[in-house]
T-cell receptor, first 112, second 119 residues
């Protein structure tokens, strides 16, 4: 069965600082990997996805993620965080069918 | 891009009543929609897969008689929480496969969610 672990429940960074959110997955085959962001009381917005090819994936809002098969990781990064990035971030793993499994989420807080 | 709309965004009801939540795909057809449940400060848990014209597929542990799903058209799926109780209070989010992404992978577009509060 597929699973996703986001080790950090909360992360606080200063505005302008760099950010890395960790994601580790367990999946038997080549995974499809996603990062979603959720603002309070809202649905989820897709930040980026990895299906195949280049392991460094660029997304919206200046985010990127790197797929590392050897480490079963898909960490999300941003070089300079903005106050508007404060939200909940979910990593997810899926297959070619209809299953998306989400990690527990990481709540990002941004200090001025 | 593909948009999924949910209604209502927030509903408060008395214990014992039934509540219907609608999920619509705007400007695209969705033969399959997914219903997730999210408790406060927790992740999303898949409840069921809604299939147009056929019965929904429920995840283990989800009461199909409690959470009725109807996918009567290619653009509408409904979730009815029957005889709601306070423990059913949660954030319910629907999603559909983004048609702008090629086949072979499942990229989901999510609705804004519906918050249910049962008194």
């Amino acid at each position: 069965a597929q699973s996703v672990t986001q080790p950090d429940i909360h992360i606080t960074v200063s505005e302008g600082a760099s950010l890395e959110l960790r994601c580790n997955y367990s999946y038997g085959a080549t995974p499809y990997l996603f990062w979603y962001v959720q603002s309070p009381g809202q649905g989820l917005q897709l930040l980026l996805k990895y299906f195949s090819g280049d392991t460094l994936v660029q997304g919206i809002k200046g985010f990127e993620a790197e797929f590392k098969r050897s480490q079963s990781s898909f960490n999300l990064r941003k070089p300079s965080v903005h106050w508007s990035d404060a939200a909940e971030y979910f990593c997810a793993v899926g297959d070619a069918g209809n299953m998306l499994t989400f990690g527990g989420g990481t709540r990002l807080m941004v200090k001025p | 891009g593909a948009v999924v709309s949910q209604h209502p965004s927030w509903v408060i009801c008395k214990s014992g009543t039934s509540v219907k939540i609608e999920c619509r795909s705007l400007d695209f057809q969705a033969t399959t929609m997914f219903w997730y449940r999210q408790f406060p400060k927790q992740s999303l848990m898949l409840m069921a897969t809604s299939n147009e014209g056929s019965k929904a597929t429920y995840e283990q542990g989800v009461e199909k008689d409690k959470f009725l799903i109807n996918h009567a058209s290619l653009t509408l799926s409904t979730l009815t929480v029957t005889s709601a109780h306070p423990e059913d209070s949660s954030f319910y989010i629907c999603s559909a496969r983004d048609p702008d992404v090629g086949s072979g992978a499942n990229v989901l577009t999510f609705g804004a969610g519906s918050r249910l509060t049962v008194l």
